[in-house]
T-cell receptor, first 115, second 115 residues
């Protein structure tokens, strides 16, 4: 079955530690995204990538880093510079170009708690 | 810049009745897509329906329809014959079809279906 996997589902870290969230897709999508969701709020774009070895900052990139070495993988590192890292993180992918509709397919999310 | 506004933080509907969730948007893009996603309490995002800015007919997908009024910049979601399983958070989103990274979500509406 095609889809997006994110691991782990729950992640706990101490303040000051970097942590990497995994995101893998087997949908052969070119574009991948990372979003952050805080309780009761919408999704905010952290980073996105439309092609391997290239990525762009979203609205809230400070304190985060990404890599896109393979089409299937788009890991997100939450660094110690991120002031409020506790949140729900969602990874998504989509096609680009063509006729659309270009909806995003989402993974199950990782709930990160930093204390 | 893109902006999505969902003015109803919470909505209640009786089972088997129809409900409309409001969404207004603002963008300077000429070619854009409008999306609705459902987020149950488990956290995953489920794509419901899509409307392209050049589509003249309103989109429908089963019990979901999108009431698209381009001049008013609104893209309301109509759910017919509500079911208990429709209780969830619903997000309106838009995306520039010429730039995969320009994707914006609203703050969501929590829908509760009463038996």
């Amino acid at each position: 079955d095609g889809g997006i996997t994110q691991s782990p589902k729950y992640l706990f870290r101490k303040e000051g530690q970097n942590v990497t969230l995994s995101c893998e897709q087997n949908l052969n999508h070119d574009a991948m995204y990372w979003y952050r969701q805080d309780p009761g709020q919408g999704l905010r774009l952290i980073y996105y990538s439309q092609i391997v070895n290239d990525f762009q900052k979203g609205d809230i990139a400070e304190g985060y880093s990404v890599s896109r070495e393979k089409k299937e993988s788009f890991p997100l590192t939450v660094t110690s510079a991120q002031k409020n890292p506790t949140a729900f993180y969602l990874c998504a992918s989509s096609i680009v170009g063509g006729q659309g509709p270009y909806e995003q397919y989402f993974g199950p999310g990782t709930r990160l708690t930093v204390t | 810049a893109q902006k999505i506004t969902q003015t109803q933080p919470g909505m209640f509907v009786q089972e088997k009745e129809a409900v409309t969730l409001d969404c207004t948007y603002d963008t300077s893009d000429q070619s854009y897509g409008l999306f609705w996603y459902k987020q149950p309490s488990s956290g995953e995002m489920i794509f419901l329906i899509y409307q392209g800015s050049y589509d003249e007919q309103n989109a429908t997908e089963g019990r979901y329809s999108l009431n698209f009024q381009k001049a008013r910049k609104s893209a309301n979601l109509v759910i017919s014959a509500s079911q208990l399983g429709d209780s969830a958070m619903y997000f309106c989103a838009m995306r520039d079809l010429n730039n995969a990274g320009k994707s914006t979500f609203g703050d969501g509406t929590t829908l509760t279906v009463k038996p």
